[in-house]
């Protein structure tokens, strides 16, 4: 499957960026496209003298001295898991600016830039960060919407050909995730307990975060159960969505919000594994809506530092608040058939001075609700985008 909007976000960083940084979680795509923009003759070089796989030891071996065998190169270089060499990052500043610079950098990591922050701050004002997520429901289509909803979107699972297959497929990738990825990332977590944290984290999806409360009933301290939502939100399996602050003469709520980014792991992690499953799910509405975000994150391009939530205690609340070309864009996302006005609505919209509420519920449809309100069902968002106003 050919991600035209990636490979087209990819191709113009490197027209005027020395080095694109692909991030995002394992197996979400990231080698493919790769290879595919390296396949599309738009920039020269040698496939393989120019693709480094940092995971396989032959290719780790050609990078003994790294300055003397990528200096020598041109056109396309690719360095793939980057964030077990981070000793890469100064030299790649060394020949990013060289003058009539030879050779683009695609640098691909399975971990967040927090993660990887030597590459934030050695190549700053160098290096052009996409974040390449699992397929979303603007490629595969809104015809595909409850399948992907269902198995989430990487593709192993995605395109599985039975239930069976993708969710064993998830299962393992749990497996590795825990027992593989996160010590090769330097991180020190006994995968039990992580695997016991995360299963219990699945019950905050859509939820405050309370580090306290999370750590009693695992026997952990606050610091370390905070760790370890770190080291899920910096591999891209769970999203911490801040609150927002208005200058308000009222008690706002200050914790995150905790949403696993993928519907499929967040599935089995409850045990859900298909569809009739989940219509009946306690967690039916939660796992709609953290689905729903995502494709609506996705759908709007607005960057991660302009997505917020918004709320006050016992009043008013707003599922996702985003500032994108100077308007102020207020989601409320609910998984009905029946969308009514609500006084909370009427208070963020008076409180935030929004330019639009929408409010996202399953299917095609699209109307107005109120002044400033309008409805608008999923499928109809991603295939339109969202009313200005």
């Known amino acids: 499957m050919k991600r035209e909007i990636y490979i087209d976000e990819i191709t113009d960083a490197l ?78 500043r060394i020949l990013a600016d060289r003058e009539k610079n030879p050779a683009r950098f695609l640098i691909l990591g399975s971990a967040s830039r927090d993660l990887i922050r030597q590459g934030s701050e050695t190549l700053a004002g160098r290096i052009h960060f996409v974040e390449v997520a699992p397929f979303h429901l603007q490629e595969v289509g809104t015809e595909s919407a409850d399948n992907l909803w269902l198995r989430g979107g990487f593709p192993p699972s995605f395109l599985a050909e039975s239930e069976s297959q993708s969710w064993s497929w998830r299962e393992n990738y749990l497996r590795t995730f825990m027992e593989r990825d996160i010590p090769l990332l330097g991180l020190r977590v006994p995968p039990l307990t992580l695997r016991r944290f995360w299963v219990m984290l699945a019950h905050y999806h859509g939820q405050l975060f309370n580090a306290s409360e999370i750590g009693k009933s695992l026997g952990l301290s606050d610091k370390t159960v905070s760790h370890y939502l770190d080291i899920l939100a910096g591999t891209f399996m769970v999203r911490r969505l801040p609150p927002w602050f208005e200058n308000l003469r009222k008690r706002q709520i200050k914790s995150h919000k905790i949403y696993f980014r993928d519907s499929g792991i967040f599935h089995r992690l409850l045990g859900v594994a298909e569809k009739d499953m989940l219509m009946s799910h306690p967690k039916l509405g939660a796992s709609w809506e953290g689905f729903a975000l995502e494709q609506i994150i996705r759908q709007s391009r607005a960057s991660e530092e302009d997505l917020f939530f918004w709320g006050v205690h016992n009043q008013a609340e707003l599922d996702l608040l985003f500032f994108h070309r100077g308007r102020r864009y207020g989601v409320e996302i609910k998984y009905t058939d029946t969308p009514k006005v609500t006084a909370s609505q009427n208070q963020a919209l008076q409180h935030l001075a929004l330019d639009s509420l929408t409010l996202v519920v399953p299917g095609n449809r699209s109307y107005p609700l109120a002044d400033r309100i309008n409805v608008q069902g999923l499928n109809h968002l991603i295939e339109n985008g969202l009313p200005e106003k």
């Open 15 to 92: 027209r005027y960026s020395p080095v694109v940084a692909l991030l995002g979680p394992r197996q979400s795509g990231k080698t493919t496209l790769a290879r595919q923009v390296v396949r599309s003759g738009l920039f020269s070089g040698n496939e393989g003298l120019n693709y480094f796989d940092l995971e396989d030891p032959a290719q780790v071996e050609r990078l003994a001295f790294p300055k003397l065998a990528l200096e020598r190169l041109q056109g396309l270089v690719v360095i793939d898991e980057v964030q077990f060499r981070p000793d890469l990052f100064p030299i790649l």
